[in-house]
């Protein structure tokens, strides 16, 4: 009995160094495709805001 316990707390340790190291790589994975679409919408954006309408000193 104690060898098929020995067992089954084997596996269950390594199935949590599996669902750790998938964990890691999803949150890698995420974390630089996030960063590369924002860089992408951020070239849509302009970098410096438009000059303000000039005021018609003159009068018309």
Same mark, same amino acid.
């Given at each position: ?8 707390? $084997?596996?269950?340790?390594? !199935? ?8 890691? @790589?999803? /949150?890698?994975? $995420?974390?630089?495709?996030? !960063? ?8 849509? @954006?302009? /970098? ?13």
């Amino acid at each position: 009995m104690k060898n098929k316990d020995r067992e089954n707390e $084997y596996r269950g340790i390594i !199935s949590i160094i599996i669902i750790v190291i998938l964990a890691i @790589i999803l /949150v890698y994975y $995420y974390s630089n495709y996030s !960063s590369v679409s924002n860089e992408t919408q951020k070239t849509n @954006i302009p /970098v410096e805001a438009p000059a303000p309408p000039a005021e018609n000193t003159g009068g018309i």
